[in-house]
Structure formats: structure tokens, C-alpha cells
């Protein structure tokens, strides 16, 4: 699809990831863009193509009414997130239920209700920010890595059950962007806007899928090996 013109909802969009997506949408001259987040009073509006809507991924009606008032939505970016940094053995079990429940059924449910907005505008795209931790796991963040597993292979079921209605559906994985909820982690960093570029890039192409940094070609490349090589790697031993 042309992203010129076009009207887009992106999710998170009060920083980092999101905000930059705004912001590169304008730039490609998008007709308008809902900018939402949880806490919509924290986005800053500088361009009168943008409308704030409050969106809260764990809060089914708020879905519900953004999807009201966005009717004209022709690609859904869903960026929101969190990471709660908890492991799978010892952390807070609340916790791990709140990574499932925001990337897995948060995502799921902004799609569900905005998959037949799309459909009455001609099909669109929806982007999905997952992460390369879709793929493999990490000490610091099982947690969100399993979240981000589930979240992908949605992805992937959702592009066949939306095919008959010309929708593409995009996964995008990175490794780490320079963002608040990075911050506490000293790993190599890409600046955000590279996600949201190299993502309408794919959207304008027609691609299902978008490697965005080195760490997601690597962490792709991996797959087809043993995984005993791979994690070897990850822990040294």
C-alpha cells in the first residue's frame, strides 16, 4: 500500500518507538495519523494531521471506542508494550501474565476491532513491533521474550486468516532501540526512527516481514542451525 496519504493508528505513541513512527508518517505525507497511548495527555501535537485518542491495550472498551472514532483507518501500527524484566521461574507470576497480557491479547484485541475498519477501507496494513527475542531467549527478559514468541506466531496466523481482505499483515523485529524501556540495559542500540522507517519501507514494498539491525539477521540466520550453538554463544559456555 502507498503510505503517502494514507491514515494511520499507531499504538505507544507518546515515545520512543511510536512517537518516531508519528513523526515519519507526517513526513511521508500520511493524511492522518491517531497518535494513542494509555496516557494520551503525555502526547505532544505539533501537526494538525495528528488526533490523539486514548487507547490502553489492557482495557477492552478503550479499544472499542478508538476503533469508533478512527472509522477512516487504513494501516494500524502496534507498537505498545512493556517489559517487566521478570524471569519465568522466580518472578512475580502477575508479571508474566502482564507481558502475555499486553503483547499476546492486548495486540490481538487492537487488531480484532480494527481489522473490520481496514476491511471497509479496501484492506491496509498492520504493522506488529516484536523483537528478536520472538526467536530466542534471554536472561534478563524470558518473560517478554515468550510474550514476543506468542505475539509472532499471531502475527503470522492473522496474515492467513486477513489474506481474503488485502491486508498485509508486517512483522517487524529489532534487537534494541534507544528507548525508555532500554534504558537500563548496556547493549548496542539503534535509533528508533530506523524501526520506523525501515517498517513503511516494507509497507510501501509489500513485505510481510522487516529485519531492521544486524541482531535480527543474526538471530534470523540462527534458526536453521543446532540452537545448543546459538546459545552457547548467548551464555559463553
Known sequence: MDVTGSIALVTGANRGIGRRFVDELLARDAAKVYATARRPELIEVSDPRVEVLHLDLLDARSVTLAAAAAPDVTLLVNNAGIATGVSLLTGELDKVRAELDTHFFGTLGVIRAFAPVLASNGGGAIVNILSVLSWAAS???????????????????????????????????????????????????????????????????????????????????????????????ATGN
Do not use: C
Open 139 to 233: 536472561g534478563e527478559a524470558n518473560a517478554y521474550a515468550a510474550a514476543k514468541a506468542a505475539e509472532w506466531n499471531m502475527t503470522n496466523g492473522l496474515r492467513l486468516e486477513l489474506a481474503d481482505q488485502k491486508t498485509l499483515v508486517q512483522g517487524v523485529h529489532l534487537g534494541a532501540a534507544d528507548t525508555d524501556i532500554m534504558a537500563d540495559y548496556d547493549v548496542p542500540k539503534i535509533d528508533p526512527v530506523e524501526v520506523a522507517r525501515a517498517s513503511l519501507d516494507g509497507v510501501q514494498s509489500g513485505a510481510i516481514e522487516v529485519l531492521v539491525d544486524d541482531a535480527s539477521r543474526f538471530v534470523k540466520a540462527s534458526l536453521s542451525a543446532d540452537p545448543a550453538e546459538f546459545y552457547a554463544q
